[in-house]
């Protein structure tokens, strides 16, 4: 059995690569329909072996489509989400826009799968930091029971997608930027994300914590985040410090996290081997490695976990999203 995709956005940075996920994975594509703004609409896009020419996004683009997988920003997502739906189509969401939503399934498929079938034809795509946490997280919390949770990011530029990823190699060339993604350099420096309304904490320390408890339907998580933009392409990573309600060994997490689908440890201090960006760049895995104890807190654990941010952070989960829902139809 085949099924009919569209990916809207389908020039972007992530809609590039969400096409590219869908041919890797060989996922069961009968037809793909790329959409985008009218003012990319006529460029083409290659997706195994031919070029598909991309359409203009209207309100009858859904027309036959079982699957429609966004990456067009949240007021794309928000007005045109529905309108896939009611059309017959699963809309796999990228953006913020529904992620916080009660009715709308927030979906890692390692670590929540059984809230696809709540959904009611829209389902969201995580924040690309907070899906590499939770699928080191979610083993360690039924082993020992999560309790408080501390995590600082090292987050590539491609997060603010294909302008952040110009200005970087732009600047790091010493050209001059004429619209700049960022208000601060972004080569050589570390730069905040934007601030939310009347908050300290910026728009992406939020998300990472509101959507963690979502995920792991643990409300009231005792969790702070700190998120910062690093001057590296592809790949996030992240320093965690988890506390437990139970003795968390790190012998015991390595044989945990070494079991874990989509998961590779990669730690072995005497050996001088721990995951990099470099390591995590154009893998769907999310590496784990410097698992040990924290000398200061009892039941506490640090370890370091990088992900590709465009392909498991963003491309790569849609595409599982849909795996699991044509697995269990």
């Known amino acids: 059995m085949s099924f009919a995709f569209a990916v809207v956005g389908a020039t972007g ?20 329909r790329l959409l985008a703004s ?49 059309a017959g189509a699963v809309a796999i969401d990228n953006s913020s826009a529904w992620r916080m939503d009660r009715s709308v399934p927030l979906v890692v498929p390692e670590v929540n799968p059984h809230t696809l079938a709540k959904h009611k034809g829209i389902i ?56 700049p993604k960022f208000p601060r350099p972004a080569a050589f420096n570390t730069i905040f994300h934007s601030f939310g309304d009347g908050d300290d904490y910026t728009e992406e320390e939020l998300k990472m914590i509101n959507e963690t408890r979502k995920i792991l339907e643990m409300p009231k998580l005792a969790a702070t985040m700190t998120c910062v933009r690093i ?10 410090n988890a506390e437990f309600e139970r003795a968390a060994t790190p012998a015991r997490a390595r044989r945990i996290l070494e079991r874990t689908p989509g998961v590779v440890v990669m730690d072995d201090p005497a050996g001088d081997l721990y995951p990099t960006v470099l390591d995590a760049g154009g893998r769907d895995e999310v590496f784990v ?15 370091w976990v990088v992900a590709d941010n465009v392909r498991k952070g963003a491309a790569t989960n849609a595409v599982q999203i849909a795996e699991a829902l044509i697995a269990a139809r």
């Open 124 to 179: 969201a795509n995580p924040n690309c930091s907070t899906i590499q946490l939770v699928v080191a997280l979610k083993p360690l919390h039924d082993a020992f029971g999560l309790r408080r949770l501390v995590v600082s990011t090292y987050q590539a530029i491609s997060g603010a997608g294909q302008a952040g990823l110009d200005q970087l190699r732009a600047e790091v060339r010493g050209r001059q930027v004429e619209h």
């Open 38 to 86: 009218a003012r990319s609409a006529g460029s083409r896009v290659k997706f195994r072996g031919r070029s598909i020419t991309v359409e203009e996004l209207t309100p009858s683009s859904f027309d036959g489509i079982d699957f429609a997988l966004f990456s067009a920003g949240g007021s794309v997502s928000r007005e045109y989400c529905p309108i896939a739906a009611a």
């Open 231 to 240: 001057p590296t392409e592809v790949a996030h990573g992240e320093s965690v």
């Open 13 to 32: 940075l992530v809609g590039r690569t969400m096409v590219r996920v869908l041919e890797e994975r060989n996922v069961p594509v009968g037809s793909l």
């Open 289 to 303: 490695g410097r698992i040990r104890k924290d000398a200061s807190q009892a039941n506490t654990l640090n370890m």
